[in-house]
């Protein structure tokens, strides 16, 4: 049954290329294709090399000074922005406001196993945009500080671990958003407005990207000295990027804390939320499916 749900969700993330909302039938297989290679065009070509130049001004001089995880500092925090813009919203429509959470909840399907597929299209979602971003911040790495196995470990682990928190955060907010619209008379208020400040966030670090990635550089040791006695754990984190043992196994744990903790979050609070909305459903018993979803 898991993976006839996870199949389902796999599908309503790609449904846009297959099917016509707006004319209400499938879209011709050429024009389906064309969706997709423009699509990936616009994610690796477009974003992810605008991030692979963005790496390559910051990784030279960074590794240069020795500050090889501060430069991953810097991409996980863009990883962490951009991961987080594109999930959270997904995470809000398709987890807790789906059209079919009353059907689904009302089959005979363990919740449990109705809450770890759309999670995973969370998951997916917020990869394809962390990736995006971490992706090319390896590979750049790997070619102007040539690192060693631990270097390289490190790195890809590192891009693992922020796919992972960027799940967190997006299911987390998204959960608040949720929250929060169950007591809006206007559902999407409240989707708007965090829209806005994304937004805003966003084109604030496009217009500025190129002054503050100057500054960044000019000033990184000092920055770096700053970091370190005021913000260790970004220093931890990085550091897990550039290969560091220690702050690997830190990282590691804290992220699987953290996601356990998320995941008992959602799991108590995912029934109650995705039938707010709908006070005409019939709702199952409430024991019953917290035992099915624990």
Not at 158 to 182: E, P
Request: proline residues 2%; contains cysteine.
């Amino acid at each position: 049954m898991l993976k006839i749900l996870l199949k389902k969700q796999l599908y309503e993330l790609n449904s846009s290329f297959f099917y016509d909302r707006k004319k209400g039938k499938a879209r011709a297989k050429s024009t389906s294709i064309l969706f997709i290679v423009l699509y990936a065009l616009l994610m690796i070509v477009v974003i992810g090399g605008m991030f692979a130049a963005m790496s390559f001004m910051l990784c030279k001089p960074f590794v240069g000074l020795g500050l090889d995880w501060l430069y991953f500092d810097m991409m996980t925090l863009m990883a962490l922005f951009l991961g987080v813009f594109g999930g959270v919203f997904n995470t809000y429509s398709s987890l807790y406001k789906a059209k079919d959470n009353d059907l689904m909840l009302s089959l005979p399907v363990p919740t449990k196993y109705i809450l770890l597929s759309r999670l995973m299209g969370v998951y997916l979602m917020g990869l394809m945009f962390s990736a995006v971003v971490m992706l090319p911040a390896i590979i750049v790495y790997f070619i102007v500080a040539k690192p060693a196995f631990a270097g390289v470990f490190g790195s890809i682990l590192l891009t693992i671990l922020v796919s992972v928190f960027v799940f967190i955060l997006s299911c987390l907010l998204g959960w608040v958003v949720a929250r929060v619209s169950v007591h809006l008379k206007s559902k999407s208020l409240i989707v708007v407005i965090i829209s806005l400040v994304f937004f805003g966030l966003y084109y604030f670090v496009c217009f500025n990207a190129y002054d503050l990635i100057e500054q960044l550089v000019l000033n990184a040791v000092t920055v770096g000295e700053k970091l370190m006695s005021s913000a260790y754990v970004l220093y931890i984190i990085g550091d897990c990027g550039a290969g560091g043992w220690l702050s690997m196994l830190y990282t590691t744990l804290a992220v699987a804390v953290l996601f356990i903790l998320t995941y008992r979050i959602l799991a108590r609070s995912f029934i109650k939320i995705a039938t707010t909305s709908d006070l005409s459903l019939i709702h199952i018993s409430e024991p019953t499916r917290h035992a099915q979803i624990s």
